[in-house]
């Protein structure tokens, strides 16, 4: 039996001390806390996009929690995803822009991606 179910592919996750999140940003978890994509690195887990923006600049670890969505995205294509990647793992070069390439494991993931169109990626975001 179930206890619950989400609506609309939404979590929160707790937020890192010391860390200021933007609305309609990419958010890591490193360690379970919610970072940007500034304080990534290649063990970070993608969350998912915020909704809102989240100041806590001033707060201990857990202090404040920040809404995301999960589900496919659209991002800039580095030039090396092709058609012949769908299904692959994608990881951020930058904050808007995916590359099949992870840098030799220096890159966070992004998702698994979904389509390559011309003018971009659609991968699938979130845990």
């Known amino acids: 039996m179930s206890l619950a179910k989400r609506a609309d592919g939404l979590r929160a996750y707790p937020v890192k001390g010391g860390e200021y999140l933007a609305g309609n940003a990419v958010i890591f978890l490193v360690a379970g806390l919610a970072v940007p994509f500034a304080a990534a690195d290649d063990s970070a887990v993608c969350a998912g996009v915020s909704r809102l ?6 707060g201990a670890d857990s202090t404040e929690r ?6 496919e995205r659209k991002f800039l294509n580095a030039g090396d995803i092709t058609l012949a990647d769908v299904g692959e793992t ?3 070069a930058d904050e808007h822009t995916l590359s099949a390439d992870s840098n030799t494991s220096k890159r966070p993931k992004a998702g698994v991606i979904t389509q390559v169109d011309d003018d971009g990626v659609w991968v699938s975001l979130g845990i």
């Open 66 to 71: 920040v809404a995301v969505e999960v589900g």
């Open 53 to 58: 923006g989240v100041d806590n600049c001033q």
């Open 90 to 92: 994608a990881f951020f």
